[in-house]
């Protein structure tokens, strides 16, 4: 199944995609979130939904991000050899991680807010794993059992806050509307095969990013399992697995950064495609 988000912010509805339709399924499931992915509600909604009337809902209707907000964005860096490269980065030899602010979490075609004083705001296409049990010490041969399945997400960076600001990644990561996540969430039998899968993205029609899952340096039942090993992982909780090369910060000869009007988009086989555009920071009045 695909799982969407529909409506106004703050009052997104769940929703389906069948055959390339949204339906409304707020009278099956209440959200997409912990609480939901616990339990077997995945395999009752795709069974309840083969029967039910379900209301069509209009494709111009704005999407939230794919699932309500989760307990804890995990993210995992230099995770492509290719852009730990373009870094002057050394290939990890353990994954490193650091943590997103869920207040982040906007829709997948929201607006990117440039942060007030931000001069080096960056983009990234990633894969990103929702999990669907509750995972701790599992073993990477049982990791996938405790997926529920898998998402676009743009992990946008600001790097003078991540890199010349002192202390860990997180401020760099967190800036509001730096985590567009959708448009949807694909079920695993959606997805054929999660390592082969072409990563991509534009800056105003430019195709930066053009890389391929297949490049992960550590893979997808590898680092659930690994960071299950450090905390517990609950459902809906999102890790986003890295990057490919072609991120602003590794711009040749020199780097260079969005501004406001610079126009996003980005997409994933299998996960679709999500735009944002650059917007300046203005003062809440």
Same mark, same amino acid.
Not at 137 to 146: G, Q
């Given at each position: 199944?695909?799982?969407?988000?529909? $409506?106004?912010?703050?009052?997104?509805?769940?929703?389906?995609?069948?055959?390339?339709?949204? &339906?409304?399924? #707020? !009278?099956?499931?209440?959200?997409?979130? @912990?609480?939901?992915?616990?339990?077997?509600?995945?395999?009752?909604?795709?069974?309840?939904? /083969?029967?039910?009337?379900?209301? @069509?809902? +209009?494709?111009?209707?704005?999407?939230?991000?794919?699932?309500?907000?989760? !307990?804890?964005?995990?993210?995992? $860096?230099?995770? &492509?050899?290719?852009?730990?490269?373009?870094?002057?980065?050394?290939?990890?030899? @353990?994954?490193?991680?650091?943590?997103?602010?869920?207040?982040?979490?906007?829709?997948?075609?929201?607006?990117?807010?440039?942060?007030?004083?931000?001069?080096?705001?960056?983009?990234?296409?990633?894969? *990103?794993?929702?999990?669907?049990?509750?995972?701790?010490?599992?073993?990477? /041969?049982?990791?996938? /059992?405790?997926?529920?399945?898998?998402?676009?997400?743009?992990?946008?960076?600001?790097?003078?806050?991540?890199?010349?600001?002192?202390?860990?990644?997180?401020? $760099?990561?967190?800036?509001?509307?730096?985590?567009?996540?959708?448009?949807?969430?694909?079920?695993?039998?959606?997805?054929? +095969?999660?390592? #082969?899968?072409?990563?991509?993205?534009?800056?105003?029609?430019? =195709?930066?990013?053009?890389?391929?899952? #297949?490049?992960?340096? %550590?893979?997808?039942?590898?680092?659930? #399992? &690994?960071?299950?090993? %450090?905390? =517990?992982?609950?459902?809906?909780?999102?890790? =986003?697995?890295?990057?490919? *090369?072609?991120?602003?910060?590794?711009?040749?000869? @020199?780097?260079?950064?969005?501004?406001?009007?610079?126009?996003? /988009?980005?997409?994933?086989?299998?996960? $679709?495609?999500?735009?944002? =555009?650059?917007?300046?920071?203005?003062?809440?009045?």
């Amino acid at each position: 199944m695909k799982l969407i988000r529909f $409506g106004e912010i703050g009052f997104e509805k769940p929703g389906v995609i069948i055959d390339d339709k949204y &339906y409304d399924v #707020s !009278s099956l499931v209440k959200d997409y979130n @912990e609480e939901f992915f616990a339990g077997d509600a995945i395999k009752k909604l795709a069974t309840d939904i /083969e029967t039910a009337k379900l209301p @069509e809902v +209009d494709k111009n209707v704005r999407l939230g991000a794919a699932l309500a907000r989760p !307990s804890k964005i995990i993210c995992v $860096g230099l995770n &492509y050899k290719d852009h730990a490269a373009e870094t002057n980065a050394q290939i990890p030899t @353990e994954p490193i991680l650091f943590f997103k602010a869920t207040s982040a979490i906007v829709g997948p075609n929201d607006n990117l807010v440039i942060p007030k004083n931000s001069k080096k705001t960056d983009w990234e296409v990633e894969l *990103a794993i929702v999990i669907g049990k509750k995972a701790s010490y599992v073993s990477e /041969e049982n990791a996938l /059992e405790h997926i529920a399945g898998y998402v676009l997400h743009n992990d946008y960076s600001e790097r003078e806050f991540q890199i010349e600001r002192n202390g860990q990644w997180v401020k $760099g990561k967190s800036c509001d509307s730096f985590a567009p996540i959708g448009p949807f969430i694909a079920t695993l039998d959606e997805i054929s +095969d999660i390592h #082969s899968l072409r990563l991509w993205l534009t800056v105003n029609g430019k =195709t930066l990013q053009d890389g391929n899952t #297949s490049n992960l340096i %550590f893979n997808v039942p590898f680092m659930v #399992s &690994y960071i299950s090993q %450090f905390m =517990t992982l609950l459902p809906g909780d999102v890790i =986003t697995t890295g990057t490919p *090369a072609g991120v602003g910060l590794g711009q040749k000869p @020199e780097p260079w950064y969005l501004k406001p009007g610079d126009v996003v /988009e980005l997409g994933i086989d299998g996960l $679709g495609s999500s735009k944002q =555009t650059a917007v300046a920071y203005k003062e809440n009045l």
